[in-house]
């Protein structure tokens, strides 16, 4: 009956960091991605959130685990995301497809399968981006799979309403990953201009994120909501 906790994309960033949290607060803590979690303790079920067929094999295992431990809460994290720089007049089917495979349908695809099995006390959270409510240039599929993000998170507090599992979207602003750092290039000109996008003048560290999403398990009164995490960004 112990508590468990399911974060895709562990294997860095915001989804490590949340792994790291989870342990030390005596979940048992689950993560799915290509690449192991860089923390001792925590089970890694990897797989390819990018094939269809991968990620159904991954929600069949997690059912059965579930089916078996029996948890006494879970706390469903999605983490995992991809990020192309594109535009909408650039865009070619194939290539918002895969983003909108790893950013949303293996989403669902988790959803349907272990949702059933999670117990009242559970939560399933969405991890998104100030992009799930604005957009920026040359992140067209990125922030098309971010809004998207926002509405299926609305929609699944509605269709759960009154079997006691809350949902929420985390929004983080400029946070200091892999995937942020390899999306500018590792330009550190670029690192600073968007530092100084928020009123600390500095990039959102991923431990902070993980606070965040933490918190938000235990916290079912904000059911539904959009928790941003920015530093306050300046609004143009």
Not at 41 to 47: A, E, K, P, Q
Not at 135 to 152: P, R, T
Not at 156 to 169: K, N, V, Y
Request: hydrophobic share 40%.
């Amino acid at each position: 009956m112990k508590r468990t906790a399911i974060i895709t994309g562990a294997s860095s960033g915001i989804g490590a960091a949340a792994a790291s949290m989870f342990l030390d607060a005596g979940f048992a803590v689950i993560n799915i991605s290509r690449r192991p979690c860089p923390i001792t303790g925590v089970t890694d079920l990897c797989g390819d959130l990018s094939n269809p067929k991968s990620v159904q094999e991954l929600a069949r295992t997690l059912s059965l685990q579930l089916a078996e431990t029996q948890p006494s809460s879970v706390c469903l994290v999605h983490n995992a995301a991809l990020m192309l720089k594109d535009t909408a007049d650039s865009t070619d089917d194939s290539s918002l497809a895969k983003v909108l495979q790893i950013n949303t349908l293996a989403i669902n695809n988790l959803n349907r399968e272990l949702l059933p099995l999670m117990p009242s006390g559970s939560s399933v959270l969405f991890v998104g981006s100030t992009l799930s409510e604005k957009a920026v240039k040359g992140a067209f599929s990125y922030v098309v799979s971010k809004h998207a993000q926002l509405g299926m998170m609305r929609a699944t507090c509605q269709d759960l309403m009154g079997r006691g599992i809350h949902t929420a979207l985390i929004c983080p602003g400029f946070t200091d990953t892999e995937m942020l750092r390899n999306h500018i290039g590792q330009d550190q000109k670029i690192i600073e201009a968007i530092s100084a996008m928020n009123s600390f003048g500095r990039l959102v560290e991923p431990e902070e994120i993980a606070r965040l999403i933490f918190w938000s398990h235990s916290n079912p009164v904000i059911n539904g909501a959009v928790l941003h995490g920015n530093l306050g960004q300046v609004e143009h």
